[in-house]
């Protein structure tokens, strides 16, 4: 079984649906994350929880918003989406325990917004 | 967050050859990752490097951290079919603390 999950894999919508990608962890991991990757732009960081009581915004975070509703689970909502948010999503989780607290990805969402 | 610079863009190689990509940034890092995404798939972590000077190997993947600490290479031996993907540079530098500054990717294409 998968460590990080994702889900959905595929979401094709319109612009100003609400929109919510989840993401869950059996790692035991505390820090969870949401990146957004765009063609030729590599990984970019748009929310970031270092526990279950802690969120704060990294690089994009405009047009998004998250909630860790446990330890395992970290979701990313688009309030109204619109078509520059398609994009590929990743969720990563890591152990801020260990020295080198490397981040873990999971599978991707594949987001359109049409 | 700052963007890595990765090179090369992309590459088309035979079966059989080596491999070299590199990262550099404008500010030091005290970490640096290689990561390989699969097409349709998360980032994996190949090698990771944390000392200035570290030389790491993975089977046939070498990765070197810079001595200036502001650059990282990948090298890939004898390349095979499924080394195909997006190989990306990720680094950390004592300001960002948690956060992974990405290079854009370096894709590769293996022919038999």
């Known amino acids: 079984d998968a460590d990080v999950t994702q889900t959905p894999r595929n979401r094709i919508t319109k612009t100003g649906k609400r929109i919510m990608l989840e993401c869950s962890q059996t790692k035991g991991h505390d820090r969870m994350y949401w990146y957004r990757q765009d063609p030729g732009l590599g990984l970019r960081l748009i929310y970031y929880s270092f526990d279950v009581k802690d969120i704060n915004k990294g690089e994009i975070s405009d047009g998004y918003s998250v909630s860790r509703q446990a330890q395992a689970k970290f979701s990313l909502s688009l309030e109204s989406a619109i078509p520059n948010q398609t994009a590929l999503y990743f969720c990563a989780t890591s152990d801020y325990r260990t020295v080198t607290d490397t981040q873990y990805f999971g599978p991707g969402t594949r987001l359109t917004v049409l | 967050g700052q963007q890595l610079n990765q090179s090369p863009q992309s590459m088309f190689i035979q079966e059989g050859e080596d491999v070299s990509m590199n990262c550099t940034s404008s500010?030091?890092?005290?970490?640096w990752l290689w990561y390989k995404q699969d097409p349709g798939e998360g980032p994996v972590l190949l090698i990771a490097?944390?000392?200035?000077?570290e030389l790491t190997s993975n089977g046939r993947l070498t990765a070197q951290f810079g001595i200036t600490r502001k650059d990282s290479f990948l090298n890939i031996s004898a390349s095979i079919p499924s080394d195909v993907g997006i190989y990306f540079c990720?680094?950390?530098?004592?300001?960002?603390?948690?956060?992974?500054?990405f290079g854009k990717g370096t894709s590769l294409l293996v022919t038999p």
């Open positions: 990720a680094g950390r530098d004592s300001n960002s603390g948690y956060a992974l500054n």
């Open positions: 500010s030091i890092f005290n970490t």
């Open positions: 490097l944390y000392k200035a000077g």
